[in-house]
């Protein structure tokens, strides 16, 4: 079998360009959406992710307010920062690079952002909103997937679905959005707890992998004809690409030989993230444009 694969970077420029076209209906309203994209410190990984989610929202007709700031900066002063921010009518969204450098409770400026601004879904108002299915936007990668699924018409209904990983940025929230009744699926959560990761895995009719480490899920742990979705985002060394290494997922790349579907690393669940992301900006203009009108 040889697995169809999930092109994330067809959808999310699909998506883009539904966001590009909303985002230019709101600029005639005299609203300019805006993401303030805030980054402490130099940390190249992290400079390369806002960069290239700065790119996204220029094209998508979007703001980005750029906020680069040293590593020296105390927690005091990056409180003040969000909350300068959180005032300001022209910002829409707030994005705090993580990981912030370890003098800042990374946590205190979480809780910081105001969930109306909060558009990777990272609040507790905003985390507890999702798990009660009330308003609110859905967390980037988490929300990447399922439409990915969506898309694909893979059914979920009933289906087990089996998700390494439990972070609070992709395994918890992917677990609880998938327990909603629209979408209906017995979901198995594992992690370094968890004693046999295969056992599992081997259960699942969709098996999603969000660890980080690169080839941990082999083929000997899938099923025939599963729907394999790798979150992963890992380098490794490679001499031979322009940058000196590669990316790569969790899952040996030769699972798609098992699976009924299968999304890429690089160009599966990393560009529906972006575009989520981008979605959220969007949204967080319109309620603004609604809240004064
Ligand atoms: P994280 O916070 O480090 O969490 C990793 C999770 O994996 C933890 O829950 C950990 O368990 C679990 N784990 C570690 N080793 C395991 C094993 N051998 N078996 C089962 N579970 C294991 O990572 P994250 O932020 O969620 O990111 C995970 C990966 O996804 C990374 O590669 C990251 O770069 C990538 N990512 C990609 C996107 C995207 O847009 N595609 C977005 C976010 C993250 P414990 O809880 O027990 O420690």
């Known amino acids: 079998m040889s697995a169809v694969i999930m092109d994330g970077k067809l959808l999310s420029s699909k998506i883009r360009e539904g966001v590009k076209a909303r ?3 709101l600029k005639e309203k005299g609203i300019i959406p805006c993401l303030a994209v805030v980054l402490v410190g130099e940390d190249p990984a992290s400079l390369s992710y806002v960069k290239s989610k700065e790119k996204a929202l220029g094209e998508a007709g979007m703001e980005s307010r750029d906020i680069r700031l040293p590593q020296t900066t105390t927690e005091e002063q990056l409180l003040s920062i969000i909350a300068d921010l959180n005032n300001d009518d022209k910002v ?3 994005l705090v690079q993580s990981p912030v450098p370890k003098h800042i409770n990374e946590e205190k400026i979480t809780a910081a952002i105001i969930p ?7 609040h507790p108002v905003s985390v507890g909103n999702m798990v009660l299915e009330k308003p609110g936007f859905l967390p980037c990668t988490p929300n990447g997937v399922l439409m990915l699924l969506r898309e694909y018409n893979v059914p979920v209904n009933g289906r087990h679905v089996v998700i390494a990983g439990r972070s609070n940025i992709v395994g918890k929230p992917l677990a609880n959005l998938l327990i909603r009744k629209e979408y209906n699926a017995t979901v198995t959560l594992c992690h370094t707890g968890t004693k046999d990761l295969a056992y599992h895995t081997l259960q699942a009719d969709i098996l999603i992998s969000a660890v980080g480490k690169q080839n941990l899920i082999k083929p000997d742990m899938v099923k025939e004809g599963a729907v394999v979705i790798d979150v992963g985002i890992n380098r490794t060394a490679d001499s031979s690409a322009a940058k000196g290494y590669r ?16 999304t890429p690393v690089p160009g599966g669940v990393g560009p529906m993230t972006i575009a989520m992301l981008l979605q959220n900006v969007i949204e967080a203009g319109e309620n603004c444009f609604k809240e004064r009108n």
């Open 116 to 122: 109306q601004k909060d558009v990777d879904c990272f």
């Open 247 to 262: 990316v790569c997922g969790d899952v040996d790349p030769v699972v798609k030989d098992k699976a009924s579907f299968f």
């Open 23 to 25: 985002a230019a209906a």
């Open 92 to 94: 829409h969204g707030i």
